[in-house]
């Protein structure tokens, strides 16, 4: 992408309301503009992170045998009459009237909806296990947004739902989100420590919260500190198979949020491996049985011939949040510094002397070479002045700066920044796109 | 996907309300479920198709230059006062009060917003032209919603936006759209015709429909024979370069829509070159100048120093309500018959005797190898008896089968079914795989 082309309405100034660093940055480096309280459009840069995060969760999903539909943003009152949750839910409940005086709402969630489509579709114990997914707009009323899109009122998420015969084999299907989940978030850079967490107004009595440590993060948290060090389940996992290994692994030391902290139990862990920290809520997995199902009557013919309400679970990732929390985890007084699998260009290509013939040439056959390779590129061809062209890059955060200017390419030289370690190394033109191309290549493999 | 694990709940009746095929077929081939009047889940089925739709939508938009970012389905009434739309719009704008009393509403088009984000990230002429789009749903709160997502209340929409400092430019950038248009339907398979049309409540002079001819379409048009007969513009189009060529191929002879017939016009045309047929709208592109940037002062600094309002267009696709176009272009009594590059997946692959060691080996094998080679496989791996197998395939309309049976697989070989023609072979088990993946394979190369 030519920037010369691309829409990207950098901010000089900080907000005033911003608070934290992710609200800051993403107003500054024009990835997101708010358009009410707690309501975003999605510039260009923000809009390709927002897909790139979709996408690392929707194959995570995929490979843990959710299948992925889409429900509508409008649904009707009714449903959630059924479910007693339409007085329940309170002012965060964005409330809508049609033409026709029908009582309607923005969905907040799905749990209503999705029990009904299961219910009309799924007669017999022999279609089940079932798990749908879908990744839609939400909105809640927050009386008070903040944040940025922390805590926006319109936000995208991700919310799976698991139908199975009995609580044992609903069990698997939490395990099975679990573990994607794991892998969610370990593919976009993001360590995630699940927290055992209080199951709330949606009812249960399985629930995790997935935490992300950072120094901005909106609540306290506290582990053990070999949790830091674990590591992600394999691509190759068998969700078929037992996957309680993999849950105990994680599950097994000390990890609580602050509502559900236990200082004793913690005071019992070695003091130099007790962690306490600010964390980020970036996803949370339910099991609640037959909540919904006996309150909505979602049967399913059991083995015996006799029915049975379904055993039910929801598993949600706040997709939109997730661009805040990787700001929070990856930036620096300059900038956000975005990992490879999220960034949203992975090269940015600055030309220092634009006009200049032979500069102009190089660069636009470093992008074109980048570009086959399937690299994307960023290409500053502006005529804004070196310093401004830096600070820029720095800020937008794009893993690796690959500029050229007069005096390197005299000597045939590019220079290969590393946004990351902030590392810089002048190499010969062809081989700085050798070694950007293979660097991004790893990064980007799926393990 | 194996049959087993996906979700896909036919309907035995034909739904009494459904009176157009694409209706029909939609609601017994699992692809949506009615939430609310015009309000529709995507069911995965339905849900694969829109994505496929939609990513080729993206790809066009993207090729033509267009810059895609994402506004919020929630918008501020003070936008809409601005353009004075708001109160011009009527009963079809979904209004909604929030909690703090604010009036909002869910946005039914995206002017009004998207020349407020034009007009505070953008200052001088040297920054045009610009071109963004988003794909998102909107919400027009239709009196009497029907034909399924054809005239839905919730629906999908992809808009574009143009912006130039002058009517020529502007001019340039409808080109581009209406050369996007073309490839974007032809690419579907489907035949548009590009047709004068009345600018509307929109505003504006220059304004065309993209329809697409099928007997159940919504309104009578009329065109010259030879218009049936153009082909797509290819690939490689200089969108920066003379344009006018392409459109002129497309616009110069007779066609019209019922409100712009010309009787006259169309009577001098050799008769049996005059078609006179329905036709459903598929997109339409706008060019409208100032009026919303002279409204809401979205202005840019002139070559001389002057503020000068940005000339604008306007460009619509019906992501939704393609899927349902799409149907009615291609269909028969059985079902659906998509053509490959938006079918759901490309091959279904039949198991007629689960259980059966040889036959389960079988269909294994050629599902991993048709999987492995990028062929997107609905493998029926349910006990169902054959004529229910054969049913579901047609009904869904996957546009290759392959069958494995005791028979055929005796003497090793498959059946090999074209969904569009009916036609069918047996071939080795190899050969089948290979034949169906070079089909699939040509059928989505890009020209």
Known sequence: MYLSKFYLPLMKETPAEAQIASHRFMLRAGMVRQESAGIYSWLPLGHRVLKKI??????????????????PTIQSADLWKESERYDAYGKEMLRITDRHGREMLYGPTNEEMITAIFRS??????????????????????????????????????????FDLTADAARQSYYKMFIAYLRTFARMGLRSIPMKAETGPIGGDLSHEFIVLAETGESEVFCHRDLLRKTMPPANVDFDGNLESYVNEHTSLYAATEEMHDKEAFEKIPEEARVSARGIEVGHIFFF???????????????????????MGSYGIGVSRLTGALIEAYHDEQGCKWPVPVAPFHVGLLNLKVGDEKIDAACAGIYRQLEAAGVEVLYDDTRARPGEKFARMDLIGLPWQITIGPRGLGNGLAEVKNR????????????????????????????
Chains 1, 2 share one sequence.
């Open 54 to 71: 979709e996408q690392i969760v929707r194959e995570e999903q995929d490979r843990a045998g959710a299948v992925e539909m889409l429900m």
């Open 121 to 162: 579709g799924v007669r017999s114990y022999k279609e089940l296990p079932k798990m749908l997914y879908h990744i839609q707009w939400k909105f809640r009323d927050e009386v008070r947004p903040r944040f940025g899109v922390m805590r926006g009122r319109e936000f995208l998420m991700k919310d799976t739902y698991s």
């Open 289 to 311: 049985g037959t909540k919904y199902s006996k309150a909505m009557k979602a049967n399913v013919l059991g083995a015996e011939g006799k029915e049975v309400p379904v055993e």
């Open 420 to 447: 990351h370690t902030g590392q810089k190394q002048e190499l010969p033109l062809q081989e700085a796109v050798g070694f950007v191309t293979r660097q991004v290549k790893d990064a980007l493999k799926v393990v």
